[in-house]
């Protein structure tokens, strides 16, 4: 290819001003491919459907006292369980301070309807499902529930108190709607 | 010789075709074909004229409204709108309480199993539910409707040419059958004869027969012709959900595109110019 | 490269050393689409087509792969999970009617493409081998899209899996076998929308392969230009980079901008409405019509109506419709001119943009329409001159033609001054 001549004999300002345009729609290049790569990752969070799943109403009249049952939200298992005078007052007399997570019994119900604990029966620690909830089910060494893939013991108001699990089974957020249905989400 | 085989593969070809041609050719002359009965006296849709028509062109949240309650009131009863749950409505401008209230007093209530007994019911609907089909199954809406299937209305401005008009113009389009008719094409018994419709008779009947069939609650005065309009307004929402949504980001990105191609045939220019200015110079 | 003076890559940086001496993947991209591959300098731009392509290819997996992350390949679910992705996931709706909207214009700037290549006869000696792997990317991109429109389970897309698998029916003998073995079954379902959910999303990674034999078949002998006459030194070249990439850059937007109007106001413009009712095995829609890329060839194949011999029609139009495809494979044994580009053939010009392109184009329309008279005919005397023109003319021409004088040189007729005085 024979010597471009042109720009040699033009003065600096006016190669700089060329090399703006390059520059200018390369940029403007990048930032479309980056627009773009919005929606391709936004459509892998939850759908419209799946969050208007997230809340469910739950008829808790059948459940006696010292029971629980096992419900879904939002495709997690919801432990119900209509607790004893035993046991809130065991449960109350735990000394927070010496606690994993710090956190009262009050934190974790309702002003009212302390008898009703209400938490996702998922293991801080990795995801499974604790122990406890059912009958006959072993509730491990603080009469609560134990998670048997890693060893992690929770008391009777699902408070951390042994093993690796960081923090206490977590409460979502519910409300009773009338005397029997609570709503959970 | 692959170009003796092509030629000799090319002239058979061309034969076959030619003698396929000719007896055509002499059948079209011989016996010229009619056009069918349906042809002549079917119309194209009329065009109402939509606000959420063109480039720039949005839903009418009212009209949205009001073609729901004519949905609801008259279609629903025979009609499904399976893809379109009741949490979509507040894309028209319902909160989500009233939302809840629609999906709570809704005609049909969603099926469920009773959880004690296991046994087959139902339930008031939630917002989260799809809208219930009036009928169980098909057979069902074919027992109930003379054998003839009540097609599901969620996307039927997509499944039709021209859906949106052509929906206003079936709804209002019911006439007596034109006196030349044939007989063979005039409407049988629970037939009904519409220009719109691809075969000329429809099994529907008028569904929207009377003015103030339905009472709207912004007070519009509720003829034939507007419980129609609105009703495919509405239908073309349920149909396209997202246009608004589409149209809009799609201004945008041209607008983008537009810049940005003005900036790359600049660069293309600028990095050509001293290949052009050779040129010139030679 | 056949180029000696070709830009030789140098690493910048130590790391860039370190990489070349162990993956040279950055000298391979240099000498494959940048500063290290000398391009003819006069390419106008039907030269843009083959990137823009590329770039097709690039939408629709990109879509693709994302849309499989929310399609069900069931035939109870499979319809409503496609209006799942329109109505609840994020974004869904764009990504959708970009990738059903992709599959048309990936198949329009092919067939520019195609075209370019027929014109300038780019498939003569020394380029054979590129044709021939372009051919065999067409088919492959034919069998996708086939295989993707069957996935919405529509309407279209249950008669369209039916009418296409029913063309391996008309093979004598094992015809009826061989369709039921492409099926799975006696009639398209479940087994057969799982199969071609599979290969759809499989082949187009094919394609990807076969895209880079064909470039790699095209950097030997370099690439062909208008005036169809060699390389005959530096002087007639430029680097890929930055020239081309800029000028493909520029199509590029060109490009998008009417994807982009397509996509975003008239998304459904050209699909079909039937493919919006939910497949029906007892109800075939009026009016069965493949995509509009398939059209001439669906017209060739409803062109023969009548048995001929000892040959039935139905198999006389599978047999036309496949050898229409088929006998590009052989062009650059039939088309024996010396001359390549068409702008120097006289005769070979007057029959290519009035005899070939209103016969596509006729055939086109003709493959769209039902099949009632006069149409029929039509595509009877179009797929005539199809063949005609492809097996008869094109070998007959090349024989007796008279070209016009060649320039000395790809500068030449850049400058149109001779070579000396440019050098």
Redesign the interface.
Known sequence: ??E????ETNEGGEIRR?DF??I???S??GV?AG?VA???L????P????L??ASVEVDVSSIEVGQAIKTTWRKQPVFIRNLTSAEIAESKAVNIGELRDPATFEDRTLPGKENWLIMLGVCTHLGCIPLGAAQGEIKGEFDGYFCPCHGSHYDAAGRIRKGPAPTNLEVPEFSFVSDTVVKIG | MIRLFGILAGLGFVVILLYSFTFGAINFIKEPPVKAVEYQFHKHPEKPGFAHEGVFGKFDRGQLQRGLKVYKEVCAACHSMNLV?F?NFEDLGYSEGQVKTIAKNWATETPSINPETGEVSSRPSL??DQIPSPYLNDVQARAANNNALPPDLSLMTKARHDGTNYVYSLLTGYTDPPSDLPEENRPGTGLYYNAYFANLNIAMAPPLNSEGQVTYDDGTKASIDQMAKDVSAFLAWTAEPKMEARKSIGLGVIG??I??TF??Y??YQ??W???K??KR?D | MSFPWAKQYTPENDFMKWMDSRLPLPRMVYNAVGAGYPVPRNLNYFWNFGALAGLALVIQI?TGV?LA??YAANVGVAFDSVE?IM??????W??RYAHMNGASFFFIVVYIHIFRGLFYSSYKAPREMVWLLGLVIFLLMMATAFMGYVLPWGQMSFWGAKVITGLFSAIPLVGPALQEWLLGGFSPDNATLNRFFSLHFVLPFVIAGVIILHIWALHIPGSSNPTGIEIKG??D??PFHPYYT?KD?FGLGIFLIFFCILTFFMPNFLGHPDNYIPANELSTPAHIVPEWYFWPFYAILRAFTFDFLFIPAKLLGVIAMFGSILLLFFLPWLDKSPVRSGHYRPVFRKFFWFGLIPCIILLGYLGGAPAEEPYVMLSQLASAYYFAHFLIILPLISMFEKPIPLPNSITESVTGKPLES??
């Open positions: 290819m024979a471009p001549e042109t720009t060329r345009i390059n200018a729609a390369v403007f290049a479309g627009v919005l929606p391709l936004s459509q892998m969070s759908s419209a459907d799946v208007a799943l | 749950a949490r917002s989260s983008f595109l810049v940005f900036l790359a600049l660069s600028n990095i110019a001293d290949l200015a050779q110079k | 990109l994302i992350m929310h799942h109505r609840n996931v994020n974004s869904g764009l990504l530096e002087q070249t430029i800029a850059g440019a050098a």
